[in-house]
């Protein structure tokens, strides 16, 4: 579980698809794994559904819960003032 977490903090928001087939765990077996995650607080899972070519994929869409990545480096844009 602890490679699925860091892959979520290095990588941010993905699909449970995605994270099976970078972490090489069977699908099945990653989704138990998020599931007990998910009940313990460690990450926020939420079920979705996309349409890719016309084909309806289903699946668990997953965050790290509380982790707020660093800011990229570079010009931000600011405010204007009035």
Do not use: N, W
């Not at 903090?9 to 794994?33: C, F, N, V, Y």
């Amino acid at each position: 579980m602890q490679k699925i977490h860091q892959y979520l903090k290095e990588r941010g928001e993905q699909l449970d698809s995605e994270i099976a087939a970078a972490t090489r765990i069977p699908l099945a077996d990653l989704r138990l794994h998020l599931t007990e995650m998910s009940k313990r607080g460690d990450i926020i899972v939420c079920h979705s559904t996309r349409f890719i070519k016309g084909k309806k994929t289903e699946g668990m869409l997953c965050r790290v819960s509380g982790y707020i990545p660093t800011a990229s480096p570079g010009r931000k844009p600011k405010a204007k003032a009035s």
